[in-house]
């Protein structure tokens, strides 16, 4: 059997590390945040050597599900943790903003120019009562755009998602027909087709001309999708950039501290906002053993750092405003080490 040199070099570097007494932190969760953690912990690491962390993405709430377990340290997660499910934890969940992104609706078709929708259109697609991609309400928002005469194909996430939270949610705040439905997961119509992540969503997507999703903007822009630009609540036509979904955060820092950093951010009010923006969070406990805890807190702070959410915007995530995470570093010197 052949062993590439990239596998013999992680198992090396693992082995090394582990012969130096190094730390090894374990994570599950988010795919909308997978690429952010991947990226975070690669350049935490060069110079960081007393820890290895390992994240693997498999959706936020089976993510949630390893933490109460304790078979991970931390998770990663795009909605925050229920309280029926933090009874169940062994301390308090610190929820720590790791950064902002987008949830964007990408779509494959051939067109000249971005698709524009609005909350009711997509409120329509994703509950299968619009079926065509040239229904009058896509030509209404698009008359300058030729669509074709083609069957709309939905793509949605199988497994418990914070990105499926966050999109459902945005869904029931533009749509009557969608209150009380939103949460990790969703009774999609019959006929949509499933994906497990974000990588999965984007691949039927990628597939097959006309189908349409939703995905965290790193996995749109990374496979070369198409997004549409959405309508917001101001009646502003918006781009998913690090500006406009960095704008659905402006001036929330009361909330989020009286919500311990818990707060949604879909379908802002700001006239410059995306709609369908949200935090994405590291979910860690109040008190935890020390080695490993140290570990812990230590790349969190450094992950409210410049350099840190400088990385985060590099890959089409959104920096933290500066002033929650002032707030967020004083939460972080609280957590007890046992």
Known sequence: MKISSGFLSAFFYMITNFANG??????????????????????????????????????????IKQLIAGT????????????????????????????????????????????????????KIFNGTITKWNHVDIAKLNPKLKLPDLAIAVATR???????????????????????????????????????GNAGVAGL????????????????????????????????IIDANNTSVSAAAASIKKEALEKEFRVSITDSNDAKAYPISAFT????FNKMPKEKGTAIIDFAKWAMSQPAQKIASEINYSAVPEEIRKEVLKKLSDVKFE
């Open 22 to 63: 190094a730390s090894i932190i374990n994570g599950a969760g988010s795919t909308f945040a997978e690429p952010l953690y991947t990226k975070l912990f690669s350049e935490y690491q060069k110079n960081n050597k007393t820890s290895q962390f390992n994240y693997q993405g498999i959706g936020s709430g089976a993510g």
């Open 205 to 236: 997507i990628k597939q097959t001309p006309g189908t349409v999703g939703y995905v965290e903007l790193i996995y749109a822009v990374e496979n070369k999708l198409a997004y549409a630009q959405v309508v917001n609540k101001s009646g502003k």
């Open 72 to 123: 991970v340290d931390f998770a990663g997660s795009d909605d925050p943790i229920k309280a029926e499910d933090e009874a169940k934890a062994s301390s308090h969940v610190l929820h720590v903003p790791m950064a902002l992104g987008a949830v964007v609706v990408s779509y494959n078709l051939t067109l000249e120019k971005p698709l524009v929708l609005d909350g009711s259109t997509v409120a």
């Open 281 to 284: 969070w590291m979910l860690v």
């Open 158 to 196: 199988a497994d418990g998602s914070g990105t499926t939270a966050v999109f459902s949610e945005y869904l029931s705040k533009v749509s009557p027909e969608w209150v009380g439905k939103n949460g990790k997961t969703v009774d999609w119509f019959k006929g949509s087709l499933a994906a497990k």
